[in-house]
């Protein structure tokens, strides 16, 4: 079994569950591989709570391989996974030397489904554990993983290859996961668990599950490997309602809670109530919206402000309000260690020095139906005429629905597939009318977009930023190109 899951670090954990102060800055878990394990691995070796995605991570693992891997970096850290056979094959299937032809697709895994394969799932968990062993390397600081409710099916492989890892902390939202902590309980007890998928279910139609056993998917028994160490978790929600209804019936500890407004980056909560929408057809959000912090305080458990949070006066107010911290993601975002390609960093940089980086929240840009922050640049899908030439494609389908129809089979379809695709499996074509393939455009983001058949060019990408996108000025010195993370930490911290 690999040691690398029970170290000091894992056992003190940062303090939440010992005594000692937790982390001022939580570094926001950007997908897709955005918050990467680069990334993760300076703001942890910093003191503060480092977060990699864990959202695509299998698609963005075998792309890497597939890249050539040029530093060793990933073959390296597959070295040390505790499965050699799984890890070995997966060498075979997908690592090039020297990497692929610029003119040559990615080899793709399947698309995500209940009964995913033993080796799809098994890659999935090699993922995870490579994407965490990196990002604690060389450092006794402490690393979490981002997860979305709103992608279930890959979420339990991925979690157990985190934890095979020694993951510290688990951050999930996009949605109620109201299972996630005593799933992490099982898991890190090499247990199988079964997850309840949200699902659209015809009438009188069974509920819709899945099941992940260790045993099965690496074919060694619970009873021969020792206990995991069991990551703290922190929900992500948008209400003290939610925050207290998941204490009440998670059935298993919660450590904490991040506290999202709906000006972060990425996917929104919708706003409650009746819809209303701006003259920029954004969903406007009202009183019902706000977070009563004197209930998050009263809940006793350690709680962090996001959206719009990326300034030392945010985190002084945060502090005043009995919140442990921040978390930022936007000022992380285009520092040098994050996965955002170069030239994408480099657009949006350049807008954000002329005055013209403008973010908006977008009702209909993403499948799940949640809001969805989009920044205007020119040459990405943010552009109408750019996704109107774009060919409708789902094969990576993280965000597709899961169907239960009469039959009682099982389904899957995407609002951004082919619509005619979309309607025969039994979806509304007015579901379609706007929505963009965010798992292609945010792989594109990111330096792994694909080449689609019939195509001459490669996937646009797609960039998701926090309203306070223009704050990343503050950073911009005269005549630089860019930033570390280690000066996003510093100018938090006032120092």
């Keep these: 079994m690999n040691d690398i899951a029970g170290t000091t670090t894992a056992d003190r954990w940062f303090g939440v569950t010992r005594g000692g102060p937790p982390p001022r800055i939580i570094q926001g878990g950007m997908g897709v591989a955005v918050s990467n394990w680069r990334l993760a691995r300076t703001v942890a070796s910093l003191g503060q709570l480092g977060v990699i995605s864990g959202t ?53 895994l399947p698309l995500p ?48 290859g985190a934890m095979l890892a020694g993951v510290h902390a688990v951050l999930m939202g996009a949605g109620i996961p109201r299972d996630i902590p ?20 015809a009438p009188g139609g069974a509920p819709v599950e899945q099941r992940f056993d260790p045993a099965d998917v690496f074919g060694v028994a619970a009873g021969d490997l020792p206990a995991l160490p069991r990551p703290a978790f922190f929900p992500i929600v948008s209400s003290h309602a ?11 500890s919660i450590e904490g809670f991040v506290v999202e407004a709906p000006t972060a ?10 819809k209303v929408f701006d003259d920029l057809g954004q969903p406007v959000y009202g009183e019902r919206d706000r977070v009563d912090l004197q209930r998050m305080r009263d809940l006793g458990l350690p709680f962090w402000l996001a959206g719009s949070a990326g300034s030392p006066e945010a985190l002084a107010a945060a502090l005043a309000e009995g919140a442990a911290g921040v978390q930022v993601g936007t000022l992380f975002a285009y520092c040098d260690e994050s996965g955002f390609t170069p030239d994408v960093k480099r657009r949006v940089i350049d807008e954000v020095r002329a005055g013209r980086a403008t973010v908006r929240t977008d009702p209909r840009a993403s499948p799940t139906g949640f809001p969805f922050k989009v920044v205007s640049v020119p040459g990405t899908m943010s552009e109408a005429e750019t996704y109107a030439g774009r060919p409708r494609v789902c094969d990576l389908g ?9 039959d009682g089979g099982v389904s899957y379809r995407c609002a951004s597939e082919p619509v005619a695709d979309y309607v025969a499996k039994g979806g509304d074509e007015a579901e379609t009318v706007g929505r963009k393939c965010l798992c292609n455009a945010l792989m594109a983001g990111v330096g792994l977009p694909q080449l689609q058949k019939g195509q001459s060019e490669p996937e646009r990408p797609l960039v998701t930023s926090g309203d306070d996108l223009p704050s990343i000025a503050r950073l ?20």
């Design 56 to 108: 695509g991570i299998d698609a963005v693992f075998v792309r890497r391989l597939q890249d050539g891997d040029p530093t060793g970096a990933v073959r390296q850290a597959v070295g040390r996974f505790p499965f050699q056979d799984v890890a070995q094959e997966a060498l075979r299937r997908f690592f090039v030397e020297g990497g692929k032809a610029a003119d040559q697709a990615y080899r793709r």
């Design 113 to 160: 489904t209940i009964d995913a394969s033993r080796f799809h799932r098994a890659v999935t968990s090699l993922a995870a554990f490579v994407e965490v062993t990196l990002a604690r390397e060389g450092h006794d600081g402490v690393v979490g993983m981002n997860l979305l409710t709103k992608i279930p099916l890959p979420n339990p492989a991925t979690l157990y």
């Design 182 to 201: 005593a799933m992490l309980d099982e898991l890190s007890q090499h247990h199988a668990i079964t997850q309840r998928i949200e699902a659209t279910v």
């Design 242 to 252: 939610l925050a207290e209804v998941l204490l009440k019936k998670s059935g298993a």
């Design 265 to 274: 980056g990425g996917h929104n909560a919708p706003p409650r109530g009746t």
């Design 398 to 406: 993280y965000l597709r629905e899961v169907v239960r129809g009469a």
């Design 476 to 495: 911009l010195k005269p005549g630089a190109n860019g930033y570390g993370a280690r000066d996003v930490v510093a100018y938090l911290l006032g120092r």
